[in-house]
């Protein structure tokens, strides 16, 4: 992990960079093939970000030299999103978030992986969470099959 690693609540200021962290890295897993292509134009996540996502779930930011390279965001029992920028990738901090959101929901919670999406699946499993449920893609937008994991808090 980086020594000079900020982990800190997420500020409406913040909505277009982290913004940008996932898109850089659903752009960088699509390539890769670990993930089905985005069904939204970047301008649409962008919206949804500053409308929808630092008005209405917790969101917690990781930066580096001032600068966001990741970002999490939860909801409820749920983490919905966690997102760390290609050339951040394998430095600890996509853990260090994780090890944050189940500090802040001591009594668990579960997040949806795309079944394709095997080094997700394998970060996820080595943490301790576990699968409780897979889906031809029926619930989400890219109809991609999905994992259902638990942390169980």
Excluded at 21 to 42: C, F, M, Q
Excluded at 56 to 84: F, G, K, Q, S
Excluded at 131 to 137: A, F
Aim: aromatic content about 8%; hydrophobic content about 45%; some cysteine.
């Amino acid at each position: 992990m980086p020594p000079e690693l900020v982990l800190r609540p997420g500020a409406e200021s913040d909505a277009a960079a982290a913004a940008q962290v996932l898109l850089a890295s659903r752009r960088a897993a699509e390539i890769l093939g670990t993930i089905p292509p985005g069904v939204h134009s970047d301008d649409e996540v962008r919206a949804w970000f500053a409308a929808e996502v630092m008005d209405n779930r917790e969101v917690w930011v990781a930066a580096v030299a001032d600068r966001l390279v990741a970002v999490l965001i939860l909801a409820d029992a749920w983490l919905d999103h966690l997102y760390v920028t290609p050339e951040h990738s394998g430095r600890g901090i996509g853990s260090a978030l994780l090890h944050l959101a189940k500090a802040v929901r001591p009594d668990g919670f579960c997040l949806w992986v795309f079944q394709s999406n095997a080094p997700a699946q394998r970060f996820y499993l080595r943490a301790g969470l576990v699968e409780v449920e897979r889906t031809d893609g029926h619930g989400n937008e890219e109809r991609a099959p999905d994992i259902r994991y638990r942390w169980q808090g």
